[in-house]
């Protein structure tokens, strides 16, 4: 991990389908990109951004997400975001995000991460299963 630093940067792309609009996702009625489907995107991108710098068995989990999302994006509309690491300290991973359609700026916010070891991290999660 000693690879990250800050101004590492993601893009991650979708297009506005049934599957991820919000009434298909259940988080209102209208036919237009979802914030659960945006904040999927988000996590993603910034994930997928320094993924491939973490070491063996170390993996990276979502724990903040503070976004604005601005406007509604219509079905079939091109989605696409855009992250910059802003800080890395220890295991903690902070991210600036932008969202845009194909008219301009939708979304804007902060994602936080933690890198953890996979396997650890599950096995916690799933001795819940065991009380």
């Given amino acids: 991990m000693n690879e990250i630093k800050a101004g590492i940067t993601g893009e991650k792309s979708v297009a506005v389908t049934m599957e991820n609009t ?42 903040n997400v ?32 932008e969202v845009f359609d194909n008219a301009g700026l939708i979304g804007k916010g902060t994602h936080t991460r933690f890198t953890v070891k996979a396997d650890s991290f599950l096995k916690k999660a799933n001795a819940k299963l065991e009380r």
């Fill in 22 to 63: 919000a009434v298909a996702m259940g988080s209102g009625t209208l036919r237009v990109f979802a914030t659960p489907a945006m904040i999927a995107l988000i996590e993603g991108c910034c994930a997928e951004s320094v993924e491939e710098l973490l070491g063996e068995g170390i993996t990276s989990v979502g724990t």
């Fill in 66 to 97: 503070n976004i604005d999302h601005l406007a509604a994006s219509p079905l079939g509309a091109g989605i696409v975001c855009k992250s910059k690491l802003t800080a890395f300290d220890g295991r903690k991973l902070d991210f600036a995000v």
